[in-house]
């Protein structure tokens, strides 16, 4: 019995797929897959708008601070459990490295929405 299960579970996966990519080929060559929808008639305006790179660099900036907190917020919680010297030091050098990267980005313009 435990002989036909291994034989299933190691047989199926592939018979299925295998079945699933004759059964239900996908026609990549198709003009209407890479056609705008917009209700059935042909676009007015360009379909591709530009991307504004102030708001990827405003979201990779949120991110980082992001993950910042998540790695800030646990420090009291793990200072109960270990030395308090090199988890300081640990947090002000953490700290150091995000603020200097704040003021590059600043320094940078990244963050002046104005220009």
Known sequence: MLMWIIILIVLLPPI??????????????????YSPFECGFDPKLLTRNSFSLKFYLIAIIFLIFDIEISLVLPIPLISQFSSQTPLILLMCFFLLILLMGLGHEWKEGALNWLK
Request: no cysteine; net charge positive; proline share 0%.
């Open 16 to 33: 299925l797929m295998g079945l699933n990519l004759l059964l239900f080929k996908k026609n990549f060559l198709s003009r209407e897959k």
